[in-house]
């Protein structure tokens, strides 16, 4: 949850709509990445970014999640740069969800979603 869609009050509207997706679980993290626009790519702020970001990227890896996604582009890069890979945007997980080539653990169905 980008903290800049929380400062406008959006709501999750990435994660209702990807608990659409029949089979799929959605865990929300609602923790600051530390980014924060152009500061974290400044030399002299990046380990603070790192810092203010921990809780976050601890939540995520405690997840386990097979995949991992954000609205913001810019926390995805440093998601990268903390965890080792990179989330892909939600309206790619959708997109992917729906292709039968679109994730390597393909989402059974569960019985009775029908």
């Given at each position: 949850m980008p903290c800049h869609l929380k400062a406008q009050n959006i709501g999750f509207r990435s994660r209702d709509v990807m608990r659409l997706i029949p089979g799929a679980t959605v865990k929300l993290v609602e923790q600051c990445c530390g980014h924060d626009g152009t500061w974290a790519m400044k030399k002299e702020f990046f380990p603070l970014?790192?810092?203010?970001?921990?809780?976050?990227?601890?939540?995520?890896?405690?997840?386990?999640?097979?995949?991992?996604?954000?609205?913001?582009?810019?926390?995805?890069?440093?998601?990268?740069?903390?965890?080792?890979?990179?989330?892909?945007?939600?309206?790619?997980v959708l997109a992917r969800a729906y292709r039968e080539d679109g994730f390597p653990k393909r989402i059974e169905e569960q019985k009775g979603d029908g």
């Open positions: 970014s790192m810092l203010a970001g921990k809780k976050a990227f601890d939540e995520i890896k405690a997840a386990e999640a097979d995949v991992t996604a954000t609205d913001c582009p810019l926390a995805a890069i440093h998601f990268e740069q903390a965890l080792g890979s990179r989330p892909i945007h939600p309206v790619q």
